[in-house]
């Protein structure tokens, strides 16, 4: 198979393989010439995510072990209950469709953002972006400069997310108060989910995912794979979309 050398959309796989974005964790302690593969995108439905068999992010633990992360085969785009969806597996890639969704028209400047995630994924990049991106300048940032923890705060720079809600555990799961309003991103991250979290009540998420869904005009979900195994990352995708009728 041959790759882009010089991507500018996820219309085939590629590598990433200078210490940027994702590839920058760690990457004195990844061996000589480090690197990370990013999936193409694949329209279809939502039940045909799969793991693939490459790695897409690496990075130590709080003991110092490395650890060398599949993601998915595919970044898979359709819909969830009507509403367009799409799954990755490091959360990043998010800032590129949102990117995307904006020019397209199918959020407006200023959407919300209903974040559900063990992580705020609220910290400041290297360098903001440019004002008004093109695509191919949206792709570029994404996977060169953006990572997994540092991709909202350009979003909120550049309006593509104006009003946001943060839910990174059981507690805010009771809070319904932008249910029903209209130009919503809903970004779910799977992490919600790892063995840490167990004793969260998974009827609760599912709920509060049902109540954010009818009106939301985009979702973005992310398995996020440093932080949760994807096997049990697809599983719960799976139970979430089995669960949600579409009906707050």
Sequence with gaps: MTHDPQPVDYTRPFR?????GN?????GMRGASPSLW????RRGPLAGVERGREV????VDEHGVL?????????????WAGVPAIVMDNHNHAFYFWCEAMAEGLIEPGATLVHLDQHRDTRVPPHPPGAALTQAEAFQYTNFVLNVGNYIVPAQQIGIVGDALFVTGEAGLGDRRFAG???????VDLDFF?????????????RFVDAHLPTASLVTIATSPFFIEQDRAIAYLFRLLAGSSGRA
């Design 16 to 20: 990433i393989d200078a210490p940027v």
């Design 23 to 27: 590839n920058a964790f760690a990457y």
């Design 38 to 41: 990013v999936p193409a995108r």
């Design 56 to 59: 897409v992010f690496e990075d």
């Design 67 to 79: 650890h060398s992360c599949t993601g998915l085969a595919h970044i898979v785009e359709g819909e």
């Design 181 to 187: 309003r209209r130009n919503t991103i809903l970004n």
């Design 194 to 206: 790892a063995p840490e979290l167990a004793s969260i009540d998974f009827d609760r998420v599912r």
